[in-house]
Nanobody, 127 residues
Framework: QLQLVESGGGLVQPGGSLRLSCAAS????????IGWFRQAPGKEREGISC????????NYADSVKGRFTISRDNAKNTVYLQIDNLTPGETTVYYC????????????????????WGKGALVSVSS
């Protein structure tokens, strides 16, 4: 069974950067699309970004376009989320999630139906 573990969270100053990692175990990620989500207390979960199983297609929520970059290294069974220019309002837990992919080149964060979730990584943005 595929399991996901996020890492790389922490405290960063406003305008700062972090790189989150989502490491998979139990099986390879070659046939899994990966999405990143976040959910602040009292707010709905927000899909941030998605990358296709092949890595050829990535998309982003409008709120993070130009500041977040998703990438993957299937040889390392890991997906990354580079987060730049963070704001205090983006303090929350970030989750990665996976969906087995019939078509390896497709992924859309607006419609990703998740099979399994990681436990999350806390990102705190404060001066």
């Amino acid at each position: 069974q595929l399991q996901l573990v996020e890492s790389g969270g922490g405290l960063v100053q406003p305008g700062g950067s972090l790189r989150l990692s989502c490491a998979a175990s139990g099986k390879g990620l070659d046939y899994n699309a990966i999405g990143w989500f976040r959910q602040a207390p009292g707010k709905e979960r927000e899909g941030i970004s998605c990358i296709s199983a092949s890595g050829s297609n990535a998309n982003y929520a409008d709120s993070v376009k130009g500041r977040f970059t998703i990438s993957r290294d299937n040889a390392k069974n890991t997906v990354y989320l580079q987060i730049d220019n963070l704001t205090p309002g983006e303090t929350t837990v970030y989750y990665c999630a996976t969906k087995s992919a019939v078509v390896r080149t497709l992924c859309d964060i607006r419609s990703l139906v998740v099979d399994s979730w990681g436990k999350g990584a806390l990102v705190s943005v404060s001066s």
